[in-house]
């Protein structure tokens, strides 16, 4: 199998759908990953990356509010694994083997250490080995949270990690987290 050479794919550059894939197979890329959202057209995204002989290689869970996953007393716990959960849903439908998801965000934080609540994340994982989609967990700040869940999931053949390399620049102070 060739490697592709993807791009984040963001919501809003300024012009069309198609002139962006356009623009990137231009520039040498033969994959996106879009971030998802309920919105986010992806049968017209994936038909306009074909007719380009690109794919959509990943999809991006939303940003932000992970958080209420770790704590099922959380007000935002149950809508926020729900999103979570129609993401991974959206995955399997379009045929996206990737779904790329933070195991934390936000920069002000304490880490509970154990023990921890993996329900709604055994949950999500259960979801993606189902429908047989492989969930990788980004590197951002709060890597005891990315550590604590790499630890859970360590040898499921479903479950990988993605690196960000501006994230461990950015976030995580350059810790090497690869």
């Not at 996953?69 to 007000?75: E, I, M």
């Not at 250490?113 to 055994?122: I, M, Q, R, Y």
């Not at 080995?129 to 492989?134: L, Y």
């Not at 990788?136 to 479950?159: P, V």
Request: charge should be negative; hydrophobic fraction near 40%.
């Amino acid at each position: 199998m060739l490697v592709k050479l993807g791009f984040s794919l963001q919501p809003d550059y300024g012009c069309e759908q198609d002139r962006v894939i356009e623009l990137l197979c231009d520039a040498g890329f033969s994959a996106v990953s879009p971030i998802w959202s309920e919105a986010l057209p992806l049968d017209a995204l994936k038909e306009c990356a074909a007719k380009r002989n690109m794919v959509i290689q990943s999809l991006h869970a939303p940003r932000g509010g992970v958080a209420p996953l770790w704590d099922a007393s959380d007000p935002l716990h149950q809508q926020t694994e729900t999103k979570i959960l129609d993401f991974i849903d959206a995955c399997a439908r379009f045929q996206i083997p990737i779904a790329v998801m933070h195991g934390w965000q936000g920069v002000h934080y304490t880490f509970p250490g154990e023990p921890l609540d993996f329900s709604a994340f055994d949950r999500i994982a259960e979801l993606a080995e189902q429908s047989k989609v492989c969930l990788a967990f980004e590197n951002l700040e709060g890597e005891e949270y990315l550590a604590a869940l790499m630890a859970r999931y360590q040898g499921l053949s479903h479950i990988g990690f993605c690196w960000d390399s501006g994230h461990e620049m950015c976030y995580n102070h350059s810790q090497d987290l690869l």
